[in-house]
């Protein structure tokens, strides 16, 4: 652990800008399977220059935090991401898969937050059913981490890692039910569509973000960027395989956003209720599955 991988690679320049090109990529690829051009894809950095450079507006009803909350969401997020391999480097040294989950859930959680405070009622429903999706999606996430953890013996995001690096076996394979609920996890902790719930532009504008704009947007939406970056170099860490070099991690990266692009262009949005039950009914598959490894 040094300065520059603090600052520089992988840290806190790698994860923003590495998370700017991700949506950048995104966008892009959504544009051309609904057969249009779509923007530049470094058209999200021209859009967060441009939100640093707008005027801070606070609403009259926001109440304390209004500030506070996207600044602690974004600082919270890249935490996360020094803690989490980056092509083999853990900027912040090893990390440990309890500390990583408190802090990205923390990060979701202080945007959430955001909501609340704005005193905008789009932005308390947004805030409200971001809330209620992290309950029921942060239960099948944590359990398909903990079969690496309790199989492998180790809470270690590094260690697992380097475990599949070494073996050439990926957990996806050792862990084939596990992995596979973590990904569909991860479609909700990214608000990837159809599990874009608490945004839900068609029905409350923009959900907890509504109120914001300036540099309180630019936050939420570097946070968002940045959790990205974190939650596929976590699934990459302690599923598919590991990486240690940035050729490999970089590949696996970009396989990873045209899954969920995919994912994205053909599913439509679900209702809250419904999304709550189907993450629900994973979680208790995996208890099914974890049982039945311990007693066989």
């Known amino acids: 652990m040094n300065i520059a991988e603090i600052f520089i690679y992988p840290g806190i320049a790698f994860l923003i800008l590495t998370g700017i090109l991700l949506s950048g990529i995104l966008r892009k690829i959504t544009a051309r399977m609904q057969s249009r051009i779509g923007p530049p894809i470094i058209q999200p950095l021209y ?3 441009k939100l640093l450079s707008k005027e801070n507006i606070r609403p009259k009803q926001a109440k304390q935090g209004f500030t506070l909350w996207p600044a602690l969401s974004l600082v919270s997020l890249i935490i996360t991401g020094l803690m ?23 990060g979701s959680f202080a945007a959430y937050l955001s909501g609340f405070v704005s005193g905008n009622p789009f932005g308390a429903i947004g805030a409200s059913r971001g809330i209620m999706q992290m309950i029921s999606y942060e239960f099948p996430f944590i359990m398909a981490l ?23 076996t990926w957990n996806i394979y050792l862990f084939p039910i596990a ?3 973590f990904l569909l996890a991860m479609l909700a902790a990214l608000e990837i569509p159809p599990f874009h719930i608490p945004s839900a532009h ?24 940045v959790k990205l970056v974190v939650v596929l170099s976590i699934a990459i860490a302690v599923f598919l395989g590991g990486a240690n070099t940035i050729y490999v991690f970089g590949a696996k990266l970009l396989i990873l ?3 969920i ?13 419904t999304g709550l039950r189907f993450y629900w009914a994973l979680g208790y598959i995996l208890i099914a599955d974890y049982v039945l490894r311990l007693l066989l």
């Open 47 to 49: 859009d967060i220059l």
């Open 84 to 106: 989490v391999p980056i092509a083999g480097i853990t900027a912040l040294g090893a990390g440990d898969i309890i500390v990583i989950v408190y802090f990205l859930a923390f």
């Open 146 to 168: 903990l079969f690496p953890v309790v199989f492998l013996n180790t809470l270690s995001i590094a260690e697992l890692n380097s475990i599949q690096i070494a073996t050439g």
């Open 179 to 181: 992995g596979i609920i």
């Open 202 to 225: 068609q029905e409350i504008v923009g959900g907890y973000s509504t109120e914001y704009t300036g540099t309180r947007l630019a936050y939420l939406e570097l946070a968002h960027m």
């Open 257 to 259: 956003i045209f899954s």
């Open 261 to 273: 692009t995919l994912v994205r262009v053909l599913m439509a949005r679900l209702r809250i209720d």
